[in-house]
């Protein structure tokens, strides 16, 4: 079974994990070299993951393989960055994820070190200084995606753990991902495997706020981060019925049931179900 609108992290020093989360159902594994991996494991996790980037065609095809390098603050991020763009496999990583973005020049760095042919970038915003730099950052050559480091931002800007102490920085980054034409940010890993119920109410907050999608630290939290995700079917009926309804009207107009609407709400009804199609159309044609 697949589960859409999840990203599920492996420590990148254990290629077992890695091989097993590719098969998890996640639809994108994050081989992580960053906070996953002590220091004097850095250099066995980089060649571990060249080692899979040869062999993931026989792993698991289908399921997109991202790589968190070490920030660029690290000694170990030009490494990082240089052993992939180097690798003649480069092509089977989808996503290259860079922690800890404070700045345009982070991400040209970043790029250069890629190469030319070096996958698209997903920034991690983590410090008041990245979110100050955001809506230039998302705006960078090569950036694909954007997402919220909610740990170690947390600790910079010294704000409370508790979930919706994250709110503006949440609502900043989905508009600031809006605005630059990128896809809704995904939630920041859940970090009580435990709590389900916990997950589920932080997942379907975020969804209320405009994030889309989870990275998860274990496959046990797969199945809820895509159900909370996913459109009900309350949501679902209604897209159906606005555009069923709205079809061959423009501007705004009163539907049977005595709402009115206009051309924001179309739009909308065919964003839930574009994202249905997404979160819901892959379980159910998988055996």
């Not at 991020?77 to 052993?83: F, G, I, T, W």
């Not at 605005?179 to 916990?198: E, K, R």
Request: proline share 6%.
């Amino acid at each position: 079974m697949t589960y859409p609108g999840t990203w599920l992290y492996a420590p990148a020093d254990r290629p077992a994990v890695v091989e097993k989360a590719l098969r998890s159902g996640a639809s994108a594994v994050i081989a992580d070299l960053e906070d996953a991996v002590d220091a004097e494991r850095k250099e066995n996790a980089r060649l571990a993951v060249l080692d899979l980037m040869e062999r993931i065609d026989h792993i698991a095809a289908e399921v997109e393989f991202h790589v968190r390098v070490n920030g660029l603050e690290t000694p170990y991020a030009p490494d990082d960055l240089a052993a992939l763009g180097a690798s003649p496999h480069l092509r089977k990583v989808d996503v290259v994820r860079l922690p800890k973005v404070e700045s345009l020049d982070q991400v040209a760095e970043a790029r250069r070190l890629l190469g030319s042919s070096g996958p698209g970038i997903h920034v991690l915003i983590e410090s008041a200084a990245g979110v100050e730099c955001l809506n230039e950052i998302v705006r960078a050559p090569g950036v694909v995606a954007v997402s919220l480091g909610e740990g170690d931002l947390a600790a910079d800007v010294g704000i409370s753990s508790a979930d919706d102490a994250f709110d503006w920085f949440r609502i900043r980054v989905v508009v600031a991902a809006a605005a630059a034409g990128l896809p809704a940010p995904s939630m920041s890993p859940f970090s009580n495997l435990d709590d389900q119920p916990g997950l589920r109410r932080t997942c379907e907050h975020g969804r209320r706020l405009g994030m889309r999608g989870r990275a998860a630290i274990h496959p046990r939290q797969l199945p809820t981060i895509a159900e909370s995700f996913a459109p009900s079917s309350d949501e679902v009926a209604r897209a159906r019925r606005i555009l069923e309804e709205a079809a061959g009207h423009t501007g705004a107009q009163r539907l049977s049931d005595g709402t009115f609407i206009d051309r924001a709400v179309v739009f909308a009804a065919r964003r839930t179900l574009r994202w249905n199609a997404l979160m819901t159309e892959p379980s159910e044609d998988a055996s």
